[in-house]
């Protein structure tokens, strides 16, 4: 079957990046005849037409996408046009954007895992507490850079003001209650664009890796740093797996969505297994 391609992107991110991408990948699909159509900021309402859908942005990108077509059976593949970029890290590694495109025409596709958390839908991960706040500061502040010096310049300032929440943690197997710096709930294994935090998540197994850091010192919390872009914070988390947690604080906090800030004192959250498509 002739491939026809619908290729989705925020030209806001990645500063230029996603445009730069546009560019190439046009040149590229045009010298090999390949058929396709380019959206921008105004996407289609629906994509039965096509074969394929590429998006080219970041997480970000790739959230919105799966919550505006949320039903989507069409293969997918994610270019790192954004900042961040941590899932498309976790299918295609540091691929060129030659490699990449090679991999977008011509890999099979596979069942990747999404899941929900209050009713939006994910797929890199949750994060609440600490990097939630860290989200929200990000969000809320005008940074000269992004991505991964955006997110640890974020970190330093945060880190000494931070105040945990006490909070309680349900899966289909464990119940914890304390005082939790950081509850993460993986399907990929990175934030922050670069910050290793769930290193054996894996986007195909029905299952979360939930990490949880309990509360810890201000010394605890900058020994931390160095080592959490290669997952050494795991030495202090308690860790397990789980289809589905729900998590009640005792008090409204911060939590992101595949790096997209929101705030609640409960989240509901469930594995989705094999829900899209992805090239790779």
Known sequence: MNKKIAILYNSKAGKGKAVRLIVWLQAELNERRLQFEIFSDRWPTELDSYTDAWIVGGDGTLNYFINKYPHCKLPLFIYRGGTGNDFAWKLYGNKKPEDCLQVAIEASAKKVDAGTCNGRFFVNGVGIGFDGEIVRSMQADKFLFRGHSAYYAAVLRKIFSFREAEVKIQTQEISWRMYAFMVTIANGSRYGGGFLVAPDAQVDDGRFDIVVIPKISLMQRLSLLPGADKGKHLRIATTTRS??????????????????AIESDNFEIDILPGKFLFRY
């Open 243 to 260: 289809g589905s947690v729900i998590v009640n604080a005792d008090k409204i906090i911060a939590a992101h969505l595949d790096g997209e």
